[in-house]
């Protein structure tokens, strides 16, 4: 469906913060700009005020991510729905001069700006976009990167239901940490000979009882 795609409104914001870091991007105008993209007559009006109603809406925003994440499902739909009853959306068919083969227009649904602040704006669009995301493919579909100390938001988007990271960055950090962390384990286990159990027993002289 066209308005999942909207549902990277939610994840850009929310991804302007890592809580484990202590790192936070969104802190002027202009980086709030910057999530809606240079070309939005919406990022035009964003003022100072919007940062901090900006960084309101990502809390919130993390929450039904998190709440997805441990497997809460409806708290996660209820979150959700909360930001949709308090940021309605203003739906229109659009195709953007955009063609077909044969000239016509290729229609599609089209989130309009909001007309009221660029924070109220974006949290609609966000907040539609995450919902139909949601619905359309699984609450399980939302997740937080499991790479620690990253805890980045993300769309599973695989066949399989099977992305745990953020990134490719943050999935091999992962890997490289894990086969680390069996090295080390293994090193313990074979004791100061250098041997494992399993060869000990194996070299060991077996006598008659």
């Known amino acids: 469906m066209e308005l999942a795609y909207y549902s990277d409104y939610a994840v850009r914001l929310v991804n302007t913060e890592e809580p484990a870091r202590n790192k936070d991007s969104l802190t002027s105008v202009e980086a709030v700009r910057e999530l809606f993209g240079a070309s939005s007559q919406a990022a035009r009006r964003a003022n ?72 109220a704006g974006y949290a609609a669009i966000a907040a539609m976009g995450l919902a139909f995301h949601l619905t359309e493919y699984g609450v399980d579909r939302l997740g937080l990167c499991q790479a620690a100390p990253c805890r980045n938001a993300y769309l599973d988007t695989s066949t399989n239901r099977s992305r745990r990271y953020c990134s490719d960055r943050c999935a091999t950090r ?22 494992t159990a399993e060869t000990s027993q194996e070299t060991t002289p077996v006598t008659d009882r």
């Open 48 to 119: 100072d005020s919007d940062v901090t109603r900006f960084r309101s809406v990502r809390g919130r925003l993390r929450a039904v991510f998190a709440a997805a994440d441990a497997g809460e499902e409806t708290q996660a739909v209820d979150l959700l729905n909360s930001l949709l009853l308090e940021f309605p959306v203003s739906p229109q068919i659009s195709g953007h001069d955009h063609r077909d083969e044969d000239g016509r227009p290729k229609w599609h649904m089209h989130l309009a700006d909001h007309p009221s602040n660029a924070t």
């Open 174 to 195: 992962a890997n490289v940490a894990a086969y680390r962390a069996r090295k080390r384990l293994e090193s313990e286990r074979s004791g100061p000979t250098g041997r």
